[in-house]
Nanobody
């Protein structure tokens, strides 16, 4: 079955960086676009970044544009989210998702605070 396992979250100070990873299994990873979402306490889950199946095209939410970079390694069935210049409002649980399937991993908590 499809499995998505996120990792790499943690506590970081404002201005810091984190790199999230999502290991995928149970489907042909290289055939599908992938996305990162996040959900802050009391808020709706929102799309953060999207990458096409071969990785040639990406899109970002306006709130993270210029600070976050999505990438993928199809040989390792893994999608990444490099997050720089983090702000307190980036605090959320981050999830990856495969296009076309409503399956979610457990997420990884990112907390940006002094």
């Amino acid at each position: 079955q499809v499995q998505l396992v996120e990792s790499g979250g943690g506590l970081v100070q404002p201005g810091g960086s984190l790199r999230l990873s999502c290991a995928a299994s149970g489907f042909t990873f290289s055939s599908y676009p992938m996305s990162w979402y996040r959900q802050a306490p009391g808020k709706e889950r929102e799309l953060v970044a999207y990458i096409t199946s071969a990785g040639y095209n990406t899109n970002y939410a306006d709130s993270v544009k210029g600070r976050f970079t999505i990438s993928r390694d199809n040989g390792k069935n893994t999608v990444y989210l490099q997050m720089n210049t983090l702000k307190p409002e980036d605090t959320a649980v981050y999830y990856c998702k495969r296009t076309g399937l409503d399956v979610w991993g457990q997420g990884t908590q990112v907390t940006v605070s002094f």
